[in-house]
């Protein structure tokens, strides 16, 4: 009589720890697949009110950036990653997709989210292509911890 119960024992705890591998396994293979993400607030400049969320998700060998912005007009508003912070801008390091009503998504090929968490870098969005001088929103990527 215990013969069966310890087989039916042995049974259930080999297949408990198979799912618990595959679990671990199917964890393991979204993070190779390179699924870290940032997400920074983005905060209105000069009067704008466009506020709202830059993510940053790596996706294999590339980096895709989504802009999402409210309060901001129907027209177009070139985006770009800068070097620098907010507070001191640098030179443009990668042009993004145009902001259009409040919204925009950009995939930078060949680019390692890692590089872009050194805390030099930052997003902006100019308030049109005829006047790139005012900003309207603004957010630094931060370090990686």
Not at 62 to 90: E, I
Not at 98 to 103: A, F, L, P, R
């Given at each position: 009589m215990k013969g069966p119960i310890l087989i039916a024992a042995g049974a259930a705890l080999a297949l408990l720890l198979s799912q618990a591998a595959l679990?671990?396994?199917?964890?393991?293979?979204g993070m190779m697949?390179?699924?870290?993400?940032?997400?920074?607030?983005?905060?209105?400049?000069?009067?704008?009110?466009?506020?709202?969320?830059?993510?940053?998700?790596?996706k294999g060998d590339d980096v895709v950036v989504t802009l999402d912005l409210k309060n901001g007009p129907a027209g177009p508003q070139p985006a770009h990653v800068h070097s620098g912070s907010c507070d001191k801008l640098g030179g443009v390091v990668n042009p993004l997709t145009n902001v259009v009503g409040g919204k925009s998504t950009t995939t930078i090929k060949g680019t390692k989210l890692d590089s872009l968490q050194t805390g030099g870098f930052a997003i902006n969005v100019h308030k049109s292509a005829d006047?790139?001088?005012?900003?309207?929103?603004?957010?630094?990527?931060?370090?990686?911890?």
């Amino acid at each position: 009589m215990k013969g069966p119960i310890l087989i039916a024992a042995g049974a259930a705890l080999a297949l408990l720890l198979s799912q618990a591998a595959l679990a671990q396994g199917s964890m393991d293979n979204g993070m190779m697949a390179g699924g870290a993400t940032v997400k920074i607030p983005m905060k209105a400049e000069n009067g704008s009110g466009e506020d709202g969320t830059a993510t940053l998700a790596q996706k294999g060998d590339d980096v895709v950036v989504t802009l999402d912005l409210k309060n901001g007009p129907a027209g177009p508003q070139p985006a770009h990653v800068h070097s620098g912070s907010c507070d001191k801008l640098g030179g443009v390091v990668n042009p993004l997709t145009n902001v259009v009503g409040g919204k925009s998504t950009t995939t930078i090929k060949g680019t390692k989210l890692d590089s872009l968490q050194t805390g030099g870098f930052a997003i902006n969005v100019h308030k049109s292509a005829d006047d790139l001088a005012t900003y309207v929103s603004c957010g630094d990527i931060p370090k990686k911890m």
